[in-house]
């Protein structure tokens, strides 16, 4: 992760380091979340809250929630691997602060590189302008994690589009059989949400998805 968070080497640390280091330290939230399983999480959960058609149920800050924990539980390898090859070691001053940012480095790489397609990779390696290296785990975090990112966006839209079909097929039903009976002024949504809350709520929705968004990462 040195390319993203770099180092301090010594002791007097210019101004524009110190700068640099306050402004990487607020930017890190958002780059733990982009090189983790947060970003695909999130995105299926708001496609399957707007597919119900619920659009306030769950809240914002509960889908959030939801998908901080879940990754956490995801990543529950990858940060055990981190705490014990490069956290705990730094801790007892075994290894200094850029090593142990080396060696935090091959569990993430590991983690992104599993879940990002290599047509992607292939595409930020030559808009990158580098070499292509023979083990994809050399390629540097700058690279990876933009592929990554892209990767975990189509996978979340199409597991989205997924989640939609079934919902879709509801309101569908509902519609035409309004306009068959002639109610074409009675809003078909307010008729089909019973019917799609009922099916998700049969098919014990919010298990099946959980257990479906955590299966999805290649570990």
């Given amino acids: 992760m040195s390319e993203l968070l770099g180092g301090l080497n010594g002791g007097n640390v210019p101004t524009l380091d ?11 939230p958002s780059l733990v979340i982009m090189m983790t399983s947060f970003v695909r999480t999130v995105i299926i959960l708001s496609f ?6 619920v659009q306030q149920n769950p809240p914002s800050m509960v889908l959030v929630g939801i998908s901080l924990f879940l990754t956490l539980y995801i990543m529950r390898p990858v940060l055990s691997q981190i705490n014990t090859e490069a956290y705990q070691p730094y801790t007892r001053g075994e290894i200094s ?5 080396d060696r935090m480095e091959p569990p993430i790489k590991e ?30 975090l700058t690279v990876i994690t933009p592929a990554f ?4 966006l189509k996978r979340g839209f199409t597991a989205g589009f997924l989640i939609y079909l079934p919902f879709l097929m509801i309101d569908i039903v509902v519609a035409t059989t309004l306009m068959s009976m002639g109610m074409m002024m009675l809003p078909p949504t307010m008729i089909s949400m019973p019917f799609k809350l009922l099916l998700f709520v049969s098919v014990d929705g919010w298990q ?6 955590v299966t999805s990462f290649n570990m």
């Fill in 18 to 28: 110190v700068i640099l280091l306050l402004t990487l330290v607020a930017l890190l």
């Fill in 111 to 140: 983690f992104m590189l599993h879940n990002t397609y290599k047509d992607t990779l292939d595409l930020f390696v030559d808009l990158a302008g580098i070499e292509e290296e023979e083990d994809i785990r050399d390629y540097p």
């Fill in 149 to 152: 990112m892209t990767s975990e």
């Fill in 208 to 213: 099946l998805l959980f257990s479906n968004i």
């Fill in 97 to 101: 602060q850029q090593e142990m940012l």
């Fill in 48 to 53: 399957t809250r707007n597919a119900m058609g």
